[in-house]
């Protein structure tokens, strides 16, 4: 029976799946599977040292980018601490998700854009800013959220700037908010859809979903605001137009990054209909039901027993195709 080490801590919920609860729902699938999952809270670098020393596993599976007590943000960690990624790959540990590299530039948003715009991969204009930059000659309205962050983290409708006055107000409110700098792109006002992309090789599939919110939670522009995330009101529904271009869109960005088991891109229609990634995230949410991986799954692989039983197949896959791509059979 594979042994799978599932690691979570305070930021889970920030960083990846979802929180205890979350990691709890993941074990009892993996279990359900004919699988043996084991589940490690850590609070700090010695108790996640501790947890690999005492744990007999194939395999572990990390909620967490890097330890961190921060319940609300991501960030990039303090200093040169290691990311959980680079100890497994130090240690020789195989695991789920991308590797160490790929993992901190899905954080960096700026390095994320940069290299998909290296390869030919459509995104918005993007600056990365902070209050003691000259600003450099936008076209607004433009869009302006932290540099180091998911899950719509430091999103509101202040968010959209139109003028330069209003981008130095922003500017300076992420800075001194979350202490990192400010990534300022091009204003998307059109839909937003997410591609979620499951395994590797043989077991890889690219399944497109349209994000879909009441229009009346929306305040002054339609877009994800950090209360309308992990709150069961964004709801995924399937693509009426542009499923293919959105799967292709999706695998050159995936290919570019070296993306592994298990990600999301989120992508939305600029001014002129044109689709344009906004984020890769490299650990998405599972909370069942609720969030975007278990709802696109759902669609695609509709079971007759319901939610629970696609929720057990869309996390068996994951750690199947993780386990196939280092051999462990």
């Not at 030919?120 to 433009?142: F, G, K, M, N």
């Not at 932290?146 to 509101?156: K, T």
């Not at 497109?208 to 709150?231: A, N, Q």
């Not at 027993?305 to 994951?318: A, M, N, S, T, V």
Request: charged share 25%.
């Amino acid at each position: 029976m594979k042994k799978i080490l599932l690691i979570t801590g305070p930021a889970g919920d920030a960083q990846g799946w979802g929180d205890i609860n979350v990691t709890q729902s993941i074990k009892k699938a993996i279990d359900d599977s004919g699988k043996s999952a084991r589940i490690a809270f850590v609070n700090n670098m010695d108790e996640f040292y501790f947890s690999l020393e005492k744990n007999t596993f194939d395999i572990a599976w990390s909620a967490l980018y890097h330890i961190s007590g921060k319940s609300e943000t991501v960030g990039m960690g303090e200093g040169d601490e290691k990311w959980l990624a680079d100890i497994f790959d130090d240690k020789g540990i195989p695991y789920i998700g991308p590797d160490a590299k790929t993992m901190k530039e899905l954080i960096h948003k700026t390095a994320t854009h940069r290299i998909l715009k290296r390869n030919r991969v459509s995104v918005p204009y993007h600056y990365q800013l902070e209050t003691s930059d000259i600003l450099p000659d936008i076209v607004y309205p433009a869009f302006v959220k932290p540099s180091y962050e998911s899950r719509s983290v430091g999103i509101n409708d202040e968010s959209v700037v139109c003028s330069p006055e209003e981008l130095r107000k922003r500017i300076d409110y992420i800075e001194s908010r979350f202490e990192q700098p400010a990534l300022v792109e091009e204003y998307l006002p059109g839909d937003e859809y997410t591609v979620l992309m499951l395994g590797n090789g043989t077991h890889q599939i690219f399944l497109p979903g349209k994000v879909v919110v009441d229009p009346s939670l929306f305040g002054k522009y339609p877009i994800l605001r950090t209360d309308l995330r992990g709150v069961g009101v964004t709801k995924i529904k399937p693509v009426s137009r542009k499923k293919e271009e959105l799967i292709e869109l999706c695998k050159q960005a995936t290919e570019a990054l070296n993306c592994l088991d298990h990600v999301r891109a989120d992508i939305r229609l600029d001014a002129d209909g044109n689709l344009k990634i906004i984020e890769v995230n490299g650990i998405p949410g599972l909370k069942p039901v609720k969030s975007w991986s278990p709802q696109i799954f759902s669609l695609y692989y509709p079971s007759s027993d319901g939610p629970i039983e696609e929720y057990r197949k869309l996390i068996d896959h994951i750690v199947t195709s993780a386990l196939a791509r280092y051999n462990i059979e």
